[in-house]
């Protein structure tokens, strides 16, 4: 066959013999996924046009046993709040999708309602993806753990446990608390509290990681504020707390969002930031620096992250036993501290 052939081709090896090229340079092209030259992927493109020729996706994955896709998916569990806006969310599936879209996939989202025991098992025999990433435990980790001792094609955002479990990528949490007690001790802040659900595991070890960095003399009177998630009712619970006579001179937010609804709720009270009162927030979205003032936080890299699970993903799906990744927090000081 020649450029020059007209007539419709019958199979994508058609095409490869009339473009000189691989059966699998055909699929990268009229995918659009995997690494190929852009004059490459146009003449390819062009010729599939002249020749009505269209690939069938559906039955190429199924010739090869797979779907094309990565499932990620959030059991919703202790956040049923949360929603799939959260900037920290909007920020972590911005970079898994790159991610996966520099490797040939799609990403397949889905929001869980962990009901029965048996919900990630149901997911994975539906067969709608190739492997599973979990963005956070939420209250489901005796689900995550049998599941992960016979499913080897899944990654978990979130708090690593002591010992098995699935394989996990995260901050380390406990130090990004500690990180911020010591700040705020430096500070000259006495008086403090910590505004996040400590059921939530993540939250859990930041607040341990605080209450650590701590002196002795101030770890019995931290206040513990269990605060939703979202901007509205966290806004709410903060301006609450506040009018109820509250007033520390350093709070640690178990999150960014959390963290900038204290600073409009203690200006809803006249409380000066960072004069009268000094916040902490964690995870250093974008908006963390944009904010009015912008917002002291511990930095954990979503995109590293993101990049991380990814690649762990992938070297499990190939069959190599790759274990878990913790990620170093930072502290970013700005102007609520």
């Not at 020059?4 to 699998?24: F, H, M, N, W, Y």
């Not at 490459?40 to 199924?62: M, P, W």
């Not at 709040?81 to 520099?102: N, R």
């Not at 000066?272 to 927030?281: A, E, K, T, Y």
Request: contains cysteine; aromatic residues 6%; proline residues 5%.
């Amino acid at each position: 066959m020649d450029d020059q052939e007209t007539g419709p081709l019958k199979s994508i090896a058609d095409l490869a013999r009339l473009a000189g090229v691989s059966v699998s340079t055909v699929s990268r092209a009229l995918t659009g996924k995997g690494a190929l030259s852009k004059g490459t992927r146009g003449r390819i493109q062009a010729l599939a046009d002249r020749h009505g020729f269209r690939l069938n996706v559906a039955a190429q994955n199924l010739r090869l046993g797979r779907t094309g896709a990565i499932a990620v998916l959030m059991p919703l569990g202790l956040a049923r709040g949360l929603q799939l806006s959260d900037p920290f969310l909007v920020t972590m599936l911005g970079f898994l999708a790159d991610a996966l879209t520099d490797r040939g996939y799609d990403l397949l989202l889905s929001r869980v309602s962990p009901d029965r025991d048996d919900w990630l098992d149901a997911f994975i025999r539906a067969g709608r993806a190739d492997g599973v990433i979990i963005i956070g435990q939420a209250d489901q980790g005796a689900v995550l753990g049998r599941v992960a001792a016979h499913y080897r094609p899944m990654v978990v955002w979130g708090e690593q446990g002591a010992g098995g479990g699935p394989a996990m990528v995260g901050a380390d949490n406990e130090a990004g608390g500690r990180l911020a007690a010591q700040h705020l001790v430096e500070r000259g802040r006495r008086s403090l509290a910590f505004f996040g659900d400590i059921d939530v595991p993540e939250f859990a070890a930041r607040h341990a990681g605080f209450l650590a960095g701590l002196p002795a003399s101030l770890r019995g009177g931290v206040a513990l504020v269990c605060s939703p998630l979202t901007p509205e009712a966290s806004h709410a619970k903060a301006r609450d707390w506040f009018a109820a006579g509250n007033r520390p001179d350093g709070i640690f937010a178990a999150s960014d969002v959390v963290a900038m609804s204290l600073v409009a709720a203690a200006a809803d009270h006249d409380l000066r930031v960072p004069q009268d009162l000094s916040i902490i927030g964690f995870d250093d979205i974008p908006l963390a620096r944009l904010a009015r003032p912008p917002l002291t936080t511990v930095r954990q890299d979503i995109e590293a992250g993101a990049h991380h699970l990814v690649d762990l993903l992938f070297r499990r799906i190939g069959g190599e036993d790759a274990g878990s990744v913790q990620i170093a927090p930072e502290l970013i000081v700005r102007e609520t501290s």
